[in-house]
Protein backbone atom coordinates (compact mmCIF):
# COMPACT_ATOMS: atom_id res chain seq x y z
CA UNK A 1 0.00 0.00 0.00
CA UNK A 2 2.85 2.25 1.42
CA UNK A 3 6.89 1.88 0.38
CA UNK A 4 9.33 4.60 1.23
CA UNK A 5 12.17 3.52 -0.63
CA UNK A 6 15.84 5.30 0.51
CA UNK A 7 13.89 8.17 0.61
CA UNK A 8 15.61 11.97 1.13
CA UNK A 9 13.64 15.52 1.52
CA UNK A 10 15.86 18.28 1.33
CA UNK A 11 14.71 21.92 0.75
CA UNK A 12 15.61 24.67 -1.23
CA UNK A 13 17.33 25.97 1.51
CA UNK A 14 19.26 23.21 2.10
CA UNK A 15 17.71 21.92 4.97
CA UNK A 16 16.87 18.15 5.25
CA UNK A 17 13.87 17.05 6.36
CA UNK A 18 14.45 13.42 5.91
CA UNK A 19 17.20 11.30 5.23
CA UNK A 20 17.14 7.75 3.76
CA UNK A 21 13.79 6.77 5.27
CA UNK A 22 12.81 3.02 4.24
CA UNK A 23 9.66 0.73 5.53
CA UNK A 24 6.50 -0.48 4.30
CA UNK A 25 2.79 -0.16 5.34
CA UNK A 26 0.56 -3.31 4.48
CA UNK A 27 -2.75 -3.39 3.67
CA UNK A 28 -5.00 -2.75 6.71
CA UNK A 29 -2.14 -2.38 8.66
CA UNK A 30 -2.01 0.92 11.38
CA UNK A 31 1.13 2.47 12.14
CA UNK A 32 2.06 5.58 13.82
CA UNK A 33 4.96 7.74 13.10
CA UNK A 34 6.42 9.24 16.44
CA UNK A 35 8.61 11.90 16.94
CA UNK A 36 9.48 15.52 18.82
CA UNK A 37 8.48 18.48 16.45
CA UNK A 38 10.36 19.54 13.43
CA UNK A 39 11.38 15.10 13.07
CA UNK A 40 9.82 15.46 9.99
CA UNK A 41 6.51 13.47 10.49
CA UNK A 42 4.38 16.04 8.96
CA UNK A 43 6.79 15.75 5.58
CA UNK A 44 6.46 11.84 5.23
CA UNK A 45 2.74 12.19 5.11
CA UNK A 46 2.84 15.30 2.44
CA UNK A 47 5.35 12.88 0.55
CA UNK A 48 2.08 10.33 0.35
CA UNK A 49 -0.16 13.05 -0.43
CA UNK A 50 2.25 14.19 -3.25
CA UNK A 51 2.12 17.86 -1.47
CA UNK A 52 5.57 17.74 -1.94
CA UNK A 53 7.80 15.56 -3.70
CA UNK A 54 11.21 13.49 -2.44
CA UNK A 55 15.02 14.86 -3.68
CA UNK A 56 16.07 11.10 -3.80
CA UNK A 57 14.31 7.45 -3.66
CA UNK A 58 10.80 6.46 -4.53
CA UNK A 59 7.40 6.71 -2.76
CA UNK A 60 5.00 4.15 -3.83
CA UNK A 61 1.45 4.09 -2.80
CA UNK A 62 -1.03 1.62 -4.19
CA UNK A 63 1.22 0.68 -6.47
CA UNK A 64 1.87 4.14 -7.97
CA UNK A 65 5.33 5.85 -7.80
CA UNK A 66 4.57 9.10 -6.74
CA UNK A 67 7.52 11.30 -8.05
CA UNK A 68 6.61 10.44 -12.08
CA UNK A 69 2.46 11.16 -11.32
CA UNK A 70 1.56 13.33 -14.27
CA UNK A 71 0.63 16.41 -12.67
CA UNK A 72 -3.18 16.01 -13.99
CA UNK A 73 -2.94 12.48 -11.98
CA UNK A 74 -2.42 13.82 -8.81
CA UNK A 75 -5.97 14.78 -7.71
CA UNK A 76 -7.48 11.70 -8.74
CA UNK A 77 -4.77 9.63 -6.25
CA UNK A 78 -5.44 12.18 -3.75
CA UNK A 79 -8.83 11.05 -4.11
CA UNK A 80 -7.64 7.43 -2.56
CA UNK A 81 -6.25 8.58 0.39
CA UNK A 82 -8.39 10.01 3.56
CA UNK A 83 -6.64 12.97 5.69
CA UNK A 84 -7.50 13.96 8.91
CA UNK A 85 -5.12 16.89 10.83
CA UNK A 86 -5.40 17.95 14.45
CA UNK A 87 -7.40 21.25 13.22
CA UNK A 88 -10.49 19.40 11.77
CA UNK A 89 -11.08 22.81 9.44
CA UNK A 90 -14.64 22.50 9.35
CA UNK A 91 -17.24 24.93 7.65
CA UNK A 92 -18.76 26.35 10.45
CA UNK A 93 -22.00 27.73 8.56
CA UNK A 94 -22.39 24.38 6.85
CA UNK A 95 -24.18 21.34 8.27
CA UNK A 96 -22.56 18.29 9.29
CA UNK A 97 -23.49 16.45 6.68
CA UNK A 98 -22.76 19.32 4.14
CA UNK A 99 -19.36 19.54 5.34
CA UNK A 100 -19.19 15.41 5.04
CA UNK A 101 -20.13 15.90 1.45
CA UNK A 102 -17.90 18.72 0.40
CA UNK A 103 -15.53 15.89 -1.18
CA UNK A 104 -18.87 13.95 -3.02
CA UNK A 105 -19.54 17.28 -4.73
CA UNK A 106 -15.82 18.35 -5.74
CA UNK A 107 -15.83 14.86 -7.88
CA UNK A 108 -19.24 15.42 -9.14
CA UNK A 109 -21.36 12.60 -7.11
CA UNK A 110 -25.13 12.58 -7.67
CA UNK A 111 -27.24 14.14 -5.16
CA UNK A 112 -28.89 11.05 -3.68
CA UNK A 113 -25.56 8.76 -4.00
CA UNK A 114 -23.98 11.45 -1.95
CA UNK A 115 -26.68 11.71 0.82
CA UNK A 116 -26.42 7.82 1.11
CA UNK A 117 -22.72 8.01 1.61
CA UNK A 118 -22.67 10.55 3.62
CA UNK A 119 -25.03 9.09 5.74
CA UNK A 120 -23.32 5.52 5.68
CA UNK A 121 -19.93 7.73 6.63
CA UNK A 122 -21.74 9.48 9.94
CA UNK A 123 -23.16 5.75 11.19
CA UNK A 124 -19.80 4.75 11.09
CA UNK A 125 -18.32 7.16 13.31
CA UNK A 126 -21.34 7.51 15.07
CA UNK A 127 -22.52 10.46 13.98
CA UNK A 128 -26.16 9.82 11.89
CA UNK A 129 -27.97 11.55 13.92
CA UNK A 130 -26.13 15.23 14.63
CA UNK A 131 -26.63 14.80 10.43
CA UNK A 132 -27.99 17.84 10.34
CA UNK A 133 -26.78 20.16 13.22
CA UNK A 134 -23.47 22.77 12.83
CA UNK A 135 -20.04 22.10 14.45
CA UNK A 136 -19.74 24.60 17.15
CA UNK A 137 -22.33 22.52 18.83
CA UNK A 138 -20.42 19.78 18.80
CA UNK A 139 -17.88 18.48 21.59
CA UNK A 140 -14.31 18.54 20.05
CA UNK A 141 -14.46 15.12 19.69
CA UNK A 142 -17.91 14.53 17.36
CA UNK A 143 -16.24 17.39 15.66
CA UNK A 144 -12.86 15.33 14.87
CA UNK A 145 -15.21 12.75 13.89
CA UNK A 146 -17.26 14.62 11.70
CA UNK A 147 -13.10 15.04 10.14
CA UNK A 148 -12.76 11.53 10.27
CA UNK A 149 -15.98 11.07 7.71
CA UNK A 150 -15.27 13.25 5.40
CA UNK A 151 -11.64 11.81 4.96
CA UNK A 152 -13.09 8.46 4.50
CA UNK A 153 -16.40 9.37 2.62
CA UNK A 154 -14.85 8.61 -1.08
CA UNK A 155 -13.98 4.99 0.42
CA UNK A 156 -10.00 5.88 0.49
CA UNK A 157 -7.74 2.77 1.16
CA UNK A 158 -5.20 4.67 2.94
CA UNK A 159 -6.17 7.18 5.83
CA UNK A 160 -3.44 9.80 6.88
CA UNK A 161 -4.08 11.13 9.73
CA UNK A 162 -1.92 13.82 11.26
CA UNK A 163 -1.49 14.53 15.07
CA UNK A 164 -5.71 13.75 15.11
CA UNK A 165 -5.58 14.07 18.91
CA UNK A 166 -3.09 16.83 19.86
CA UNK A 167 -6.26 18.81 20.87
CA UNK A 168 -8.23 16.12 22.89
CA UNK A 169 -8.72 14.76 26.35
CA UNK A 170 -7.29 11.30 26.97
CA UNK A 171 -11.26 10.23 27.12
CA UNK A 172 -12.10 11.78 23.58
CA UNK A 173 -8.46 10.87 21.94
CA UNK A 174 -9.47 7.10 22.98
CA UNK A 175 -12.81 7.88 21.50
CA UNK A 176 -11.60 9.06 18.22
CA UNK A 177 -8.65 5.58 17.84
CA UNK A 178 -11.74 3.17 18.45
CA UNK A 179 -13.32 4.56 14.95
CA UNK A 180 -9.46 4.94 13.49
CA UNK A 181 -9.42 0.28 14.62
CA UNK A 182 -13.22 0.14 12.78
CA UNK A 183 -12.25 1.30 9.29
CA UNK A 184 -8.78 -1.14 9.67
CA UNK A 185 -11.08 -4.17 10.10
CA UNK A 186 -12.53 -3.35 6.68
CA UNK A 187 -8.65 -3.54 4.84
CA UNK A 188 -8.46 0.71 4.96
CA UNK A 189 -4.41 0.80 6.21
CA UNK A 190 -3.83 3.81 8.27
CA UNK A 191 -0.65 5.69 9.30
CA UNK A 192 -0.84 8.24 12.34
CA UNK A 193 1.57 11.11 13.35
CA UNK A 194 1.56 11.72 16.82
CA UNK A 195 3.83 12.91 19.61
CA UNK A 196 1.59 11.37 22.24
CA UNK A 197 3.79 8.87 23.48
CA UNK A 198 0.89 7.32 26.29
CA UNK A 199 -1.35 7.32 23.39
CA UNK A 200 1.46 5.19 21.42
CA UNK A 201 2.32 2.59 24.46
CA UNK A 202 -0.93 2.10 25.25
CA UNK A 203 -2.62 0.97 21.63
CA UNK A 204 0.60 -1.16 20.91
CA UNK A 205 0.53 -0.63 17.17
CA UNK A 206 4.00 -0.73 15.04
CA UNK A 207 5.66 2.59 15.54
CA UNK A 208 7.87 4.07 13.27
CA UNK A 209 10.46 6.53 15.33
CA UNK A 210 11.59 9.74 13.72
CA UNK A 211 14.53 11.70 14.81
CA UNK A 212 15.78 14.94 12.78
CA UNK A 213 14.74 13.38 9.67
CA UNK A 214 16.18 10.05 10.32
CA UNK A 215 14.16 6.62 10.82
CA UNK A 216 16.16 5.70 14.25
CA UNK A 217 13.39 2.74 15.24
CA UNK A 218 10.58 0.58 13.01
CA UNK A 219 9.14 -1.23 16.55
CA UNK A 220 6.61 -4.17 15.78
CA UNK A 221 3.90 -4.66 18.44
CA UNK A 222 4.64 -6.13 21.48
CA UNK A 223 8.19 -3.80 21.07
CA UNK A 224 10.30 -5.90 19.07
CA UNK A 225 12.23 -4.10 16.06
Do not use: W
Not at 42 to 49: A, F, H, M, Q, R
Not at 136 to 154: F, K, W
Amino acid sequence: MITFDNVSMRYADGREALSEINFEIGRGEIAFVAGHSGAGKSTLLKLILAIETCSVGQVIVNGSNINRLASRRVPFRRRQIGAVFQDHQLLIDRTVGENVALPLRICGFNSSEAKRRVRAALDKVGLLSKERLYPPSLSGGEQQRVGIARAVVNRPSIILADEPTGNLDPELSAEVMHVFQQFRNVGVSLLIASHDTTLISRLNYRTLTLRKGQLVADQAPGGSE
